[in-house]
């Protein structure tokens, strides 16, 4: 069940699957509320190319080729990304930690986060793996 975390509060370690399009972490967010979202040193695979939430610093060639069809554009193939709710309106890239303040930026209310690899929005049939992530409230 999804609920409001408290500040100190954390969730997880939650599995983040790549072959799913959207990761629901179960954690609803309001206005103004900051997370720190960690990912351990797992390793998730597109096809055969192995990485860690990170991402792949440089692309296959395939990849390069294919970049218009990347979900997050700011983020890098296979970095851990994170969305609000079940949509690609409004994404950020996380990699291995990041801080994140949600400023209401989808205008629903009571959204919740969801992850994902980024990948082309066609290719997570050929994706396996998953890495561990933590989700922990700071303001």
């Given at each position: 069940?999804a ?7 954390s ?5 983040i699957?790549?072959a799913n399009?959207y990761n629901?972490?179960?954690v ?18 597109d096809?055969?190319?192995?990485s860690?939430?990170?991402g792949r610093?440089?692309?296959s ?11 997050c554009?700011?983020?890098?193939w296979?970095?851990?990304?994170g ?6 309106t409004c994404?950020?890239?996380i990699g291995?930690h990041a801080a994140w303040?949600?400023t209401g ?5 009571d959204?919740e986060?969801?992850?994902?690899a980024?990948?082309a929005w066609?290719?997570?049939l050929?994706?396996h793996g998953s890495?561990?992530v933590?989700?922990k409230?700071v303001g």
């Open positions: 069940m609920r409001h975390l408290a500040v100190g509060d969730s997880g370690p939650l599995a699957a790549s399009y629901p972490t179960g609803l967010l309001a206005p103004g509320e900051t997370y720190e979202i960690a990912a351990d040193d797992s390793r998730w695979v096809w055969h190319l192995a860690s939430a990170d610093i440089e692309p060639l395939m990849q390069s080729m294919a970049h218009w069809a990347l979900r554009k700011e983020g890098r296979f970095q851990l990304i969305a609000v709710g079940r949509s690609d994404m950020f890239p291995m303040t949600y930026q989808s205008g629903d209310t959204p986060l969801c992850l994902f980024n990948d066609f290719a997570y050929n994706n890495v561990k933590t989700i409230r």
